[in-house]
């Protein structure tokens, strides 16, 4: 019974004495700071011999992003700018379906 009472008046000295804010090994995280994002950006290629002709531009100052077919502005997602130059086209397709014609050699 003694070994009871000292057990539990044990458990009871580390409880009060057990600090609030016990310490983190002396090393306190420094808290990190974000700027607002800031750049311009832009490309092109024009590859005569390829055909590929195409670029993109970009600029961006905190939640405003803007690019030569959208723009953003904080959380209001993409907004798209499409435009089209030439007229659309639509060819009869081929029909790609049915056995491949015999060949004899």
């Known amino acids: 019974m003694a070994y009871k009472v000292f057990a539990l008046a044990s458990l009871v000295v580390v409880a009060i004495a057990r600090p609030d804010n016990p310490p ?6 420094p808290t990190p700071s974000y700027a607002p994002a800031k750049y311009d950006l832009n490309y092109a290629v024009n590859d005569q011999s390829s055909g590929n002709d195409f670029g993109h531009e970009e ?22 700018d499409v435009t089209y130059e030439e007229e659309a086209q639509y060819p009869t397709p081929k029909a790609s379906y049915g056995p491949p014609e015999p060949s004899y050699a």
Do not use: E, I, P
């Open 24 to 29: 983190t090994c002396g090393y306190s995280a």
């Open 59 to 80: 600029t961006r100052d905190g939640d405003h992003t803007q690019g030569s077919y959208y723009n953003v502005n904080g959380d209001s997602g993409y907004v798209a």
